[in-house]
């Protein structure tokens, strides 16, 4: 159990990171065309922190189905 219990503290933290990640991302889209430059890298940020979001979810729903069978 306390694997889970690691795995949902993961989430949560990679959770915000991510939400950080995409407020950014918006942030400098309000703010074109000032910085452009920065797109690539910024987006590339929210793709890379959401894309371990999702993974920590899998791994987290993966563990709670064993944990249950």
């Given at each position: ?24 991302l918006h942030d ?19 793709h890379e922190a ?20």
């Amino acid at each position: 159990m306390a694997d889970i219990e690691s795995l949902k503290s993961d989430v949560k933290k990679l959770n915000a990171k991510a939400t950080q990640a995409k407020m950014d991302l918006h942030d400098l889209s309000e703010e074109l065309p000032t910085n452009w430059q920065r797109i690539p890298e910024v987006a590339k940020i929210a793709h890379e922190a959401h894309a371990a979001l999702v993974a920590a979810r899998q791994a987290l729903a993966d563990a709670q189905a064993g944990a249950g069978a």
